[in-house]
């Protein structure tokens, strides 16, 4: 079988827990997408039971959106760290403020994280470079275009050898690299940035992804990344063909990972190794 569709399968048969600390602004939005992949979605974030909670779970998902609860992802990350279960973590908005930029270096510093998925800001800022972004959303100085696309994958397999986790950046183009290999997917659509959480949704099915298939969490990523590119493609051809909006894009993108097939996401996955 390919490799891709195995990643998606085991999802589908093993139905992994999934234990998220996220934020409350897309918090039911990464419950339903790991429903809609195949897996179980646990949210609870309370320092008292963060690590007892991540004990019970295939893989936690630590989303810097909820700033606020580092140390709940700090004790429920090493947890998993010595269970030897995958760790994911979205930056969200790393270089942004004095806080994220310390809580960011502490989760590195504290955390084996098995795969980091950002978009360009955040990952650029976490790979030493110098960033535009401010927010949760990219900056269109940093954005991955096929004109800096060498020098982007360079950057990406730099950080991945150096953090020894799956690098995964987000955007039109996205870049998966384990510092040996890196890959380059050309799936998705622009209506993804207008909905809040097609990032945070995205890391989350990245945790359900490497839960099920925690030997080979880069296979596990660029299937994760795949099916959400494929999926946006489904829901925009739906907007366009009924003149709806980004409010039923996102629901139309969830429904779109629920039908997912196999033979669907092979056809369709536009990925190239670099
Ligand atoms: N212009 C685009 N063309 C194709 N796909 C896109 C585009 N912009 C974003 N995407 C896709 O949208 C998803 C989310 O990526 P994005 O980089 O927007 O995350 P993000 O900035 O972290 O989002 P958020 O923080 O709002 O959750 C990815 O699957 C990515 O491939
Ligand atoms: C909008 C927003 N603000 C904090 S987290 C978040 C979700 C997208 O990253
Ligand atoms: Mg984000």
Do not use: W
């Not at 810097?64 to 995958?86: T, V, Y």
């Amino acid at each position: 079988m390919n490799k891709y569709a195995e990643a998606l399968h085991l999802v589908r048969e093993k139905e992994p827990l999934v234990q998220c600390i996220t934020n409350f602004v897309t918090v039911n939005d990464c419950a339903n997408i790991i429903l809609a992949a195949g897996g179980s979605p646990s949210m609870a974030h309370d320092v008292r039971e963060a690590a007892e909670a991540a004990r019970n779970a295939r893989a936690l998902v630590c989303n810097m959106g909820a700033i606020e609860d580092a140390p709940s992802m700090i004790l429920a990350g090493k947890e998993m760290n010595k269970l030897g279960r995958p760790v994911v973590l979205d930056p969200v908005a790393a270089g942004g403020t004095s806080l994220r930029r310390e809580v960011a270096a502490e989760l590195l510093k504290e955390v084996k994280f098995s795969s980091i998925r950002g978009n360009a800001s955040e990952i650029r800022y976490l790979a030493g470079q110098q960033t535009a972004g401010s927010g949760v959303d990219v900056s269109a100085l940093d954005k991955i275009t096929e004109e800096n696309l060498k020098e982007a994958a360079e950057m990406v397999r730099a950080l991945a050898e150096r953090t020894g986790s799956v690098i995964a950046v987000s955007g039109k183009l996205d870049l998966v690299s384990d510092g040996k290999e890196t890959a380059v997917l050309r799936n998705g659509c622009a209506t993804m940035a207008r909905i809040t959480g097609s990032g945070c949704m995205l890391t989350s099915m990245i945790g359900a992804f490497c839960g099920a298939m925690p030997e080979d969490c880069f296979t596990a990523t660029v299937a994760a990344m795949s099916v959400m590119g494929i999926s946006g493609e489904v829901a925009e051809a739906r907007r366009i063909k009924n003149g709806t909006g980004n409010a039923t894009f996102r629901t139309d993108l969830i429904d779109a990972v629920f039908n997912m097939t196999e033979e669907q996401l092979v056809e369709g996955m536009q990925y190239e190794i670099l």
